[in-house]
């Protein structure tokens, strides 16, 4: 230790005095030797610290801690079997396991302990240990002592039984007969067995197959027949289960494009000026159609989830097999129904009562009748070159009223220039030619031979009038629309030179019995006035590109579609904008892809749209596309005769302002 410093001037104090030594020193070094010690606290504040004033340091801040887990889940939805549909879950577990660990612990009286127990004992040194642990205890402890029991209070019971008496039996059964069988074995032992028990297995499958008729009679009487394949597979008994399995598992799997069907609405169309948008919904298609175009589509008339595609192919040199398929809204990803035919199908139609017969017309000029309900999967009437099948590919079928004897028929128009009524009677199918497009020819011409060259025109497509069941429109692949009647076959009631090319798609308006719709490959919509002097269109479009389908909406007059080459679908609504589509939407993004036919759901807001590579899309239209008046609260609510009046006043104030009125009119 360093020396004790000495005041210079007086005497060293007492070792007793120490504590006023200190003093004194403490006193006599000054101020100087504890400058570092008296020096003011600085306090180092991080550069990015918030500077508050003395109210936002004193305001309080509450934190309530709760026993809920901030990571469970609180929308849990699980299916309720009882109630048929998704429930969500009230209670959720808040319980957070941040440690757990298993512990090694054994009864003291278990098998196992005891086996421990012996084990220790009979190690050497045990004793010792076990004698300085008692010591170690202390001598106040004593051993339990072991309870005697009373030997003076000791009964003894017994029972004896009966021994039952044996029994035995015997039987005694006759030898199995025996047999000594020797053979040898060769290849072509071999295959005369095999080919034994294959002709065995066929002649079983026609004994199981039994194919009956039999006859329905309606209020009207009608007959129909229906063949029935009875199978005995184990897969058809749970078909139905597994259909609605099927169906679940979709539903969950496009959740999301189930819930813009159903809730979706476009926000957007309250800022645009009249314009409206097309929402891709489902998408579908089948591995055996992708080669083959969409030649036809067709909404059930009962089931408004249902719908079928007709599957071929528009080129001459490409012709293979056909197929129908029927698609559900429920299940997007495989067909309800499919039928392969031996044609390219051109075009299909539902019957409107009976929504389980589907007519079919093909490439190769035949016709035919389909059931939904039938399980051979054939069709169950199809024409022939015996019963005059057309010669030339059906572009068009339509059902129609039964006819006198309660009997269902349909009528086709074929490129051989005839329009066919076919009858389902009993087992066949029978034919009538109602009117043949006969082509105008011109009489200056002083050849005649040229005269009697190409007659017939070639029919491509045709409507019937929804009032007057006599009155149809064809129209022909050379532009012209023929109007005639059903009564008189051999003339026309009108001709008009509508297009200058193939008209692909005549339809009349489903509300205005006088307007009626044609488009074609000259790039052309247009609408007509069949009651219009002139002959000239009221509307005329120009979509910049072949216009393959036209489809009025089944909900408003003056709303139609339109499908063309360039893969775009058109929306127009002539009591919006008479001039221009309200929309005009890219729906194939691949090249030289074409949209081919267009068709609207009578329920549902949404229109399917088939390509030429097999796949059929699902739009939905938005609200700016499907305005319907509103009908006033507290006020009865509007017929149907009313509503239809309402859609042909509105049609009719559109033509009142394209419309020349006539010599009549203007006197």
């Known amino acids: 230790m360093p020396p004790k410093p000495v005041i210079k001037g007086k005497a060293a104090p007492p070792a007793g005095g120490r504590k006023r030594d200190d003093d004194s020193m403490s006193q006599d070094l000054g101020e100087g030797a504890f400058d570092d010690w008296m020096q003011p606290k600085a306090l180092m504040k991080p550069d990015d610290q918030l500077e508050l004033s003395e109210i936002e340091m004193k305001e309080e801040y509450t934190r309530i801690l709760t026993a809920n887990n901030p ?3 609180s929308n849990i939805v699980r299916y309720n079997f009882k109630e048929c549909q998704f429930r969500p879950i009230a209670h959720v577990d808040q319980l957070a396991v941040h440690f757990s660990l298993d512990g090694n612990l054994i009864h003291k009286e278990s098998d196992e302990a005891r086996r421990q127990l012996t084990k220790i004992t009979s190690e050497p040194g045990y004793e010792e240990e076990k004698g300085e642990e008692e010591k170690a205890e202390g001598d106040g402890e004593k051993k339990k002592d072991k309870k005697i029991t009373n030997q003076f209070n000791f009964s003894e019971r017994a029972s004896q039984t009966f021994n039952n008496p044996l029994r035995e039996r015997t039987t005694q059964t006759e030898p199995p007969p025996r047999a000594t069988f020797a053979s040898n074995a060769t290849q072509w032992a071999i295959y005369d067995a095999y080919m034994e028990d294959l002709e065995r297995q066929e002649k079983a499958k026609e004994k199981k197959t039994v194919t009956t008729s039999s006859k329905k009679d309606d209020d009207k009487n009608k007959k129909k027949i229906a063949i029935v394949e009875t199978q005995s597979d184990d897969i058809s008994r749970v078909a139905k289960a597994s259909s609605i399995v099927e169906r679940m598992v979709n ?9 813009d069907f159903k809730y979706w609405e476009d926000i957007s169309d309250e800022y645009r000026d009249q314009q409206g948008t097309l929402l891709p919904l489902w998408k579908f298609g089948y591995e055996k159609s992708k080669r083959l175009a969409v030649t036809a589509l067709a909404w059930c008339p009962k089931y408004h989830d249902l719908f079928a595609a007709g599957h071929g192919s528009y080129d001459f040199l490409r012709q293979t097999n056909g197929m129908i398929l029927c698609y559900s809204l429920k299940n997007p990803s495989y067909p309800e129904y499919a039928f392969e035919t031996d044609s390219g199908v051109m075009c299909l139609d539902f019957h409107p009562e009976y929504p389980y017969l589907l007519s079919a017309g093909f490439y190769d000029g035949n016709v035919g009748v389909y059931s939904l309900t039938d399980r051979s999967k054939k069709a169950l009437f199809m024409s022939s070159a015996k019963t005059g099948k057309h010669a030339d590919p059906v572009w068009q079928v339509k ?7 309660n009997n269902l028929n349909f009528f086709s128009v074929s490129s051989d220039g005839r329009v066919v009524s076919w009858t389902l009677i009993k087992n066949d199918l029978t034919h009538t030619d109602i009117i043949s497009l006969k082509l105008e020819t011109d009489s200056n011409k002083d050849n005649e031979e040229d005269q009697h060259l190409l007659t017939l025109g070639c029919g491509t497509a045709f409507d ?12 022909t692949e050379e532009g012209k629309i023929h109007k005639c009647s059903k009564v008189y076959n051999s003339q026309f009631l009108d001709t008009l030179d509508s297009h200058h090319m193939a008209v692909y798609k005549v339809q009349w308006n489903h509300f205005h019995p006088k307007i009626y719709m044609t488009c074609s490959a ?6 007509w006035d069949h009651t219009y002097h002139k002959k000239e269109p009221m509307f005329v479009f120009d979509l910049n590109s072949s216009v393959g389908d036209v489809a009025w909406s089944p909900y408003s007059s003056t709303v139609f579609a339109a499908v063309t080459a360039d893969g775009k679908v058109h929306v127009f609504d002539l009591n919006v904008n008479k001039y221009e589509a309200i929309c005009d939407q890219v729906v194939l993004t691949k090249k030289k892809t074409k949209l081919t036919h267009i068709a609207f759901n009578s329920i549902q807001p949404i229109i399917i749209v088939g390509d030429d590579r097999g796949y059929v899309t699902s739009l939905k239209l938005s609200p700016n596309l499907r305005k319907v008046p509103k009908e006033k609260k507290n006020v009865e609510q509007k017929s149907d005769e009313e509503k239809i009046a309402i859609e042909i006043a509105k049609m009719d104030k559109l033509l009142s302002l394209v419309r020349e009125p006539s010599e009549k009119d203007k006197n």
């Open 71 to 73: 990571h469970a889940p």
């Open 251 to 259: 539903q969950n799997t496009y959740d999301d494009i189930a819930q």
């Open 399 to 405: 059902w129609q009223k039964d006819d006198i004897d």
């Open 464 to 475: 019937f009038h929804s009032q007057l069941d006599y009155l149809y429109l064809v129209g």
């Open 522 to 527: 000259d790039w052309t919509v247009k609408i």
